[in-house]
Antibody, heavy 125, light 107 residues
Framework: QVQLQESGPGLVKPSETLSLTCIVS????????WSWIRQPAGKGLEWIGR???????NYNPSLKSRVTMSVDTSKNQFSLKLSSLTAADTAVYYC???????????????????WGQGTTVTVAS | DIQMTQSPSSLSASVGDRVTITCRAS??????LNWYQQKPGKAPKLLIS???SLQSGVPSRFSGSASGTDFTLTISSLQPEDFATYYC?????????FGQGTKVEIK
């Protein structure tokens, strides 16, 4: 049974870069896609992006200029970097796992079936 | 981006009630519509993937269906543990997008 655990700083200063890591246990990081989602307090879910074990990425265009995702198969973990932080980036950040299929060379993604518990990130000076 | 319009934003219901939540996509998403349940302070939980595929361990009172670009989550007989917020999400076209959520409260 795959489990995910986010780690990273709870408090980050404005204009700095947030770095979060999601450790994958109970299964291999290969053969799945790995996503980051965030949720400001009292608000809905925002998809940040996803990365496949091969390193292929999809980012939300609203954040694309500030987001970098990477995967480390040797450590069975993946990471998120979000730069130029503002107070609007304050949120609970989740990592999640999903499955994709390929039909005629096009990727299709199923829902995210395993989530980390979430880590609260506050952007403040 | 594909917009997901979820309705209602909240509802009050009693234990045993049949509850229906709707999500409308701004364009075709085939069947790549997923439903999540979120309880306060917890991560979302995937209930249904690709419109109607019930996840393992999810009670059969939950079901999903579609008509064109309109998708429906139905809870056939609401139980106390079902009071939560529900989100739809399309995974057909990047960026994935979520509905704004439906809070199911006790009447």
């Amino acid at each position: 049974q795959v489990q995910l655990q986010e780690s990273g700083p709870g408090l980050v200063k404005p204009s700095e870069t947030l770095s979060l890591t999601c450790i994958v246990s109970g299964g291999s990081i290969s053969s799945y896609y790995w996503s980051w989602i965030r949720q400001p307090a009292g608000k809905g879910l925002e998809w940040i992006g996803r990365i496949y074990a091969s390193g292929n990425t999809n980012y939300n265009p609203s954040l694309k200029s500030r987001v970098t995702m990477s995967v480390d198969t040797s450590k069975n973990q993946f990471s998120l970097k979000l730069s130029s932080l503002t107070a609007a980036d304050t949120a609970v950040y989740y990592c999640a796992k999903g499955t994709r299929i390929t039909i005629l060379g096009v990727y299709y993604y199923y829902g995210m079936d395993v989530w980390g518990q979430g880590t609260t990130v506050t952007v403040a000076s | 981006d594909i917009q997901m319009t979820q309705s209602p934003s909240s509802l009050s219901a009693s234990v045993g009630d049949r509850v229906t939540i709707t999500c409308r996509a701004s364009q075709s998403i085939s069947n790549y519509l997923n439903w999540y349940q979120q309880k306060p302070g917890k991560a979302p939980k995937l209930l249904i993937s690709t419109t109607s595929s019930l996840q393992s361990g999810v009670p059969s009172r939950f079901s999903g269906s579609a008509s064109g670009t309109d998708f429906t989550l139905t809870i056939s007989s609401l139980q106390p543990e079902d009071f939560a917020t529900y989100y739809c999400q399309q995974s057909y076209s990047s960026p994935d997008t979520f509905g704004q959520g439906t809070k199911v409260e006790i009447k």
